[in-house]
Nanobody, 120 residues
Framework: QVQLVESGGGLAQAGEPLRLSCAAS????????MGWYRQTPGKQRELVAN???????NYADSVKGRFTISRDSAKNMAYLQMNGLKPEDTAVYYC??????????????WGQGTQVTVSS
């Protein structure tokens, strides 16, 4: 089983940057994609950004030009650089790993989440 642990969340003022990190450990499978999602009370989890093995990326329209997702395959790490933070970015951010192949092909693994709070 793989475990994902997010870190780097906290309190920031509007316009400031934060960088989130996601560390994968345990029996890390072949990876189709890693991504960052966020969730606020009363809403479902929404995609912020993901990165497919090979380097292709996708971003929510609301974060394009401000957030950058990256991945270090050798270290089993993923990152989300968040620049120009806005109060509407406030949410719990979750790291996701989607399995490419093997017994758990197509499954998603999730971290516990890290809180990001942006004040104006």
């Amino acid at each position: 089983q793989v475990q994902l642990v997010e870190s780097g969340g906290g309190l920031a003022q509007a316009g400031e940057p934060l960088r989130l990190s996601c560390a994968a450990s345990g029996s890390v499978p072949s990876i189709f994609a890693m991504g960052w999602y966020r969730q606020t009370p009363g809403k479902q989890r929404e995609l912020v950004a993901n990165i497919v093995t090979g380097g292709l990326t996708n971003y929510a329209d609301s974060v394009k030009g401000r957030f950058t997702i990256s991945r270090d395959s050798a270290k089993n790490m993923a990152y989300l650089q968040m620049n120009g933070l806005k109060p509407e970015d406030t949410a719990v951010y979750y790291c996701d790993l989607r399995v490419l192949a093997g017994r758990n092909s197509g499954d998603d693994y999730w971290g516990q989440g890290t809180q990001v709070t942006v004040s104006s």
